[in-house]
T-cell receptor, first 111, second 117 residues
Framework: RKEVEQDPGPFNVPEGATVAFNCTYS??????FFWYRQDCRKEPKLLMS???SGNEDGRFTAQLNRASQYISLLIRDSKLSDSATYLC????????????FGKGTKLTVNP | DARVTQTPRHKVTEMGQEVTMRCQPI?????VFWYRQTMMQGLELLAY????????DSGMPKDRFSAEMPDATLATLKIQPSEPRDSAVYFC???????????????FGEGSRLTVL
């Protein structure tokens, strides 16, 4: 099993749609979880951290299921500007600073 | 606005040549990472440093790649000799330890796009 796995997509959705991305990780000792966003030919940037109880930031909601080793990102009311690749990121083990990136899920929001 | 600075932004070279990429991390950050990104493999961790000490370079081909931090303001990644399969975007990122004693946010440079002919 790969350390971090994501559905590569692409996801093509209309403006205003709700879209969900999923990610699984292999190491049950992982403690730090993030979603990063990467625009075409740009560097990755932190979108949001993922906390055990789930967390929300505007239209974005992240959830963590430790039992299933599963992370999700929900985008509501999607905008054209949400078009990007979304990277699931996990540290290899508790307390480690090493972050492993999934290959990303590409999202295109269409007018 | 603090940012990670990488040079060169683009490099085209011929197989067998030495390539050196440089990175200036954000002042005050104590961890520095080198990642390589390709379409096939995505972002791969090559090496990382904490307080300038190399902690892990297991992702790096040892025979041709080397990473160093000669001082707190400079990290280097060197490839000698370069091969066409090294063509990729190389990202440097810096960060600080997370508040939960785990990983914190990483700030990436704009990347060095390497093409080896």
């Amino acid at each position: 099993r790969k350390e971090v796995e994501q559905d590569p997509g692409p996801f093509n959705v209309p403006e205003g749609a709700t879209v969900a991305f999923n990610c699984t990780y292999s190491n049950s000792a992982s403690q730090s979880f993030f979603w990063y966003r990467q625009d075409c030919r740009k560097e990755p940037k932190l979108l949001m951290s993922v906390y055990s109880s789930g967390n929300e930031d505007g239209r974005f909601t992240a959830q963590l299921n430790r039992a299933s080793q599963y992370i999700s990102l929900l985008i509501r009311d999607s905008k054209l500007s949400d078009s990007a690749t979304y990277l699931c990121v996990v540290n290899l083990q508790g307390g480690s600073e090493k972050l492993v990136f999934g290959k990303g899920t590409k999202l295109t929001v269409n007018p | 606005d603090a940012r990670v600075t990488q040079t060169p932004r683009h490099k085209v070279t011929e197989m067998g040549q030495e390539v050196t990429m440089r990175c200036q991390p954000i002042l005050g950050h104590n961890t520095v990472f080198w990642y390589r990104q390709t379409m096939m493999q995505g972002l791969e961790l090559l090496a990382y440093f904490r307080n300038r000490a190399p902690l892990d370079d297991s992702g790096m081909p040892k025979d041709r790649f080397s990473a160093e931090m000669p001082d707190a303001t400079l990290a280097t990644l060197k490839i000698q000799p370069s091969e066409p399969r090294d063509s990729a975007v190389y990202f440097c990122a810096s960060g600080s330890r997370g508040t939960t004693n785990g990983a914190g946010e990483l700030f990436f440079g704009e990347g060095s796009r390497l093409t080896v002919l």
